[in-house]
């Protein structure tokens, strides 16, 4: 039932370590994989590897906070492939200066950061879906997959802004799964992933010692509210999304499913 093949994929932020692998997982069930990142090497080096493994991808240079730039490549998509089944919206991030830490107090955050992370987080899935879901509006059925967070789920210390961003992502799935359901077609389903601890570049200064590469204070803490025990890996996500993604969910909108190794169900004692 994870026969993806025919189908037309748009990942954003396809050249991370996170979304390249499902932009890969994507591939390798027959879907045609737009790979899209701010960042053109990052997001051709993952569409090349997608390539000589036998799949169909492309890498283009996008930016989910231009109307322009996403319209610009939602053409040549159409182009080239067709319209789009199937969007993963997967960019977005965490910045140092937007976090609270012994050396800039919550009180010193510069609002400019934290525009910065709502924008990628929030605004980069909404203008995303405002470009690509008109595709299965037209045809009355597709696929939208947002990647939450944990740490919109349970508000973690120190990252005040991605916080508050990711949680806002949650809050849009329910809002656009009911949305396009009631609008449009109950055939276009919107669902959210929200892994857990996963090292990324974006959270390693956080969690790993620079030098050591042991866990710092913050990532032994949590480890040891990780019932499985683990950071997770890229390969952890994707069968959830290969679920997500295909028939055999075709009865689930509107959830945000996580993916932590069980640190939203330990209370800590």
């Not at 203008?127 to 595709?135: E, K, N, P």
Request: proline share 4%; hydrophobic share 45%.
């Amino acid at each position: 039932m994870t026969d993806l093949s025919g189908k037309v994929a748009v990942v954003t932020g396809g050249g991370g370590i996170l979304c390249g692998a499902m932009s890969k997982a994507l591939a390798d069930s027959g879907a045609r994989v737009a790979v899209l990142d701010v960042n053109l090497e990052a997001a051709q080096n993952v569409a090349a590897q997608i390539t000589a493994a036998g799949g169909v991808a492309e890498g283009m240079q996008t930016d989910v906070l231009s109307l322009e730039s996403l319209q610009q490549t939602a053409a040549a998509i159409h182009k080239q492939w067709g319209p789009v089944d199937i969007l993963i919206n997967g960019a977005g991030g965490n910045r140092a200066q937007a976090t609270a830490s012994p050396d800039s107090s919550f009180f010193d955050i510069p609002a400019d950061a934290i525009q910065w992370v709502f924008n990628l987080n929030c605004l980069g899935t909404i203008l995303a879906s405002q470009t690509f879901v008109r595709d299965m509006v037209e045809r009355k059925s597709g696929v939208v997959i947002n990647i939450a967070s944990m740490a919109g789920i349970r508000p973690l210390t120190r990252v005040v802004a991605y916080s508050a961003a990711k949680a806002a992502v949650a809050n849009f799935t329910q809002w656009l799964a009911v949305h396009l359901a009631q609008q449009y077609s109950p055939n276009i389903r919107v669902n959210a992933i929200a892994p857990g601890f996963f090292l990324t570049a974006q959270n390693e200064y956080l969690l790993v010692e620079q030098g050591t590469g042991k866990p710092t204070p913050r990532g032994q803490t949590i480890l040891d509210h990780t019932p499985a025990g683990r950071y997770g890996t890229p390969e952890d996500l994707l069968g959830t999304l290969l679920w997500l993604v295909s028939d055999a969910a075709a009865f689930v909108t509107g959830t945000i499913v996580p993916v932590d190794g069980g640190f939203s169900a330990f209370s800590g004692v």
